[in-house]
């Protein structure tokens, strides 16, 4: 099964990139996810025990690095073509 993680950290910092954002981030590229960064979130897909093991580890280390808020989605992915 492959499944698809959106996630924000905050708080929001316009004039950095905040270190709990890049904790995330290290979270889902150390995984092997394929990333996508949009206007308002960062989205990872990729096998089932792949991304449950990297939303740990991000909840985990955004917190340790200051986030006070994570927004988690996760999707259920179709197998051949990655559509819902």
Do not use: N, W, Y
């Amino acid at each position: 099964m492959r499944l698809m993680v959106e996630f924000t950290t905050e708080p929001f910092e316009l004039d950095t990139f905040p270190e709990h954002a890049a904790a995330a981030r290290r979270a889902v590229d150390e995984a092997g996810l394929e990333v996508s960064v949009g206007p308002f979130g960062t989205g990872a897909e990729g096998g089932a025990e792949q991304v449950l093991a990297a939303v740990t580890k991000l909840l985990k280390e955004t917190l340790d690095a200051g986030a006070t808020r994570i927004s988690v989605q996760v999707s259920v992915l179709g197998e051949e073509d990655g559509t819902p």
